[in-house]
T-cell receptor, first 114, second 110 residues
Framework: DTGVSQNPRHKITKRGQNVTFRCDPI?????LYWYRQTLGQGPEFLTY????????KSRLLSDRFSAERPKGSFSTLEIQRTEQGDSAMYLC????????????FGEGSRLTVL | GEDVEQSLFLSVREGDSSVINCTYT??????LYWYKQEPGAGLQLLTY?????DMKQDQRLTVLLNKKDKHLSLRIADTQTGDSAIYFC??????????FGAGTRLAVHP
C-alpha cells in the first residue's frame, strides 16, 4: 500500500530560478490538492484537481505558479522566477470518492529560496 | 469564506487529559476533522466527525461538536510524550477542500 508520494522532499534554489514539484496520489484517488504551509501556520489551499481538470485555484496561486495533472494521475506544481517569499512546505493531498471527505497528505516538499 | 481558529499552545503533564479547542465559521461544513503533524512530516488524519453528531469516541480520542456555537474539541486521554505534535482542526470549505486552523502545539512533559 503506497500513500501519497512527493518529490523532491527538499529543494534549495536561488531567487529567480524555476522549481517543479511532483505528487503521486493514492492510485484510486481521483481528487488531488496542493496546499502551502509556512512556519507556524496551517496548510493554505492552493488548487484542486478532479481527474485532470483543475477546478479551483486560490488567489494565493499567482501567475508564477502553475499546476498540472495531465493524465489524471500524478501532478506537478511549478514555480517560476522564485522569490524568497515562496519558501514554504508544499503539501499534496488526495481523496477518493467517498463521502467523508478526508484528505490523505504526502510528506511534503520543502522549498528554500536563497 | 470559512475561517478556523485554534489556540496556539497547550502544555500538559504525562498521563493527564489534553483538550484542544477549535472554532469555525461556516455552519454548512458537513464534516470536521482533526489532523496531527509531527516535526518535518506531513499531516496525519486522526479522526473526523459528521456535523449531525455531538460526540465521537475513538480509543483515547474524543471529539465533541457544538454545532450551535460552531465549536469543536479534541480530548486525548492519558496523554503520552508521543502525543507531542501540532494538532490541526479542519472544516470543509466548498469544492471539497479543507480549511485548516493555524494549529495547536501540544507539549507533554513528565
Amino acid at each position: 500500500d503506497t500513500g501519497v508520494s512527493q518529490n523532491p522532499r527538499h529543494k534549495i534554489t536561488k531567487r529567480g530560478q524555476n522549481v517543479t514539484f511532483r505528487c503521486d496520489p493514492i492510485s484510486e484517488h481521483n481528487r488531488l490538492y496542493w496546499y502551502r504551509q509556512t512556519l507556524g501556520q496551517g496548510p493554505e489551499f492552493l488548487t484542486y484537481f478532479q481527474n485532470e481538470a483543475q477546478l479551483e485555484k486560490s488567489r494565493l496561486l499567482s501567475d508564477r505558479f502553475s499546476a498540472e495533472r495531465p493524465k489524471g494521475s500524478f501532478s506537478t506544481l511549478e514555480i517560476q522566477r522564485t522569490e524568497q517569499g515562496d519558501s514554504a512546505m508544499y503539501l499534496c493531498a488526495s481523496r477518493g470518492t467517498g463521502n467523508t471527505g478526508e484528505l490523505f497528505f504526502g510528506e511534503g516538499s520543502r522549498l528554500t529560496v536563497l | 469564506g470559512e475561517d478556523v481558529e485554534q489556540s496556539l499552545f497547550l502544555s500538559v503533564r504525562e498521563g493527564d487529559s489534553s483538550v484542544i479547542n477549535c472554532t469555525y465559521t461556516d455552519s454548512s461544513s458537513t464534516y470536521l476533522y482533526w489532523y496531527k503533524q509531527e516535526p518535518g512530516a506531513g499531516l496525519q488524519l486522526l479522526t473526523y466527525i459528521f456535523s449531525n453528531m455531538d460526540m465521537k469516541q475513538d480509543q483515547r480520542l474524543t471529539v465533541l461538536l457544538n454545532k450551535k456555537d460552531k465549536h469543536l474539541s479534541l480530548r486525548i486521554a492519558d496523554t503520552q510524550t508521543g502525543d507531542s505534535a501540532i494538532y490541526f482542526c479542519a472544516a470543509s470549505g466548498g469544492y471539497n477542500k479543507l480549511i485548516f486552523g493555524a494549529g495547536t502545539r501540544l507539549a507533554v512533559h513528565p
